[in-house]
């Protein structure tokens, strides 16, 4: 059975900032994609839990997503359609064709 704990608003904010891998937590409020669900959430339902050796873990907020934080990102660039990804796109200039381009 897990053990899911509940941490105070500061703790758990440091717990994600410490273990983000994706352009961070300013707030609880502030929300990721999930890779593994494809769903968005916030810092506030993201489930902490506590392993055998007292090790804090960290798991997606979507009810049945057990996505960790190398799953998680500020926008679904995976997902051409979501209009994030296209203004990322353009920020960055990387709005030329892959036609062309040889494989790996």
Request: with cysteine; aromatic share 12%.
């Amino acid at each position: 059975m897990t053990d899911y704990v509940e941490l105070p608003y500061n703790k758990k904010l440091n717990l994600l900032r410490e273990h983000d891998i994706s352009g961070g937590w300013p707030n609880l409020e502030h929300e990721k994609w999930c890779l593994h669900c494809g769903k968005s959430f916030n810092g506030h339902s993201v489930r902490v839990w506590k392993d055998g050796q007292e090790q804090l873990w960290l798991e997606c907020g979507t009810p049945g997503c057990d996505g960790s934080p190398i799953d998680w990102a500020d926008y679904p660039w995976w997902d051409e359609k979501h209009p994030q990804t296209g203004k990322r796109k353009r920020k960055d200039g990387s709005t030329r064709s892959d036609e062309g381009d040889i494989p790996f």
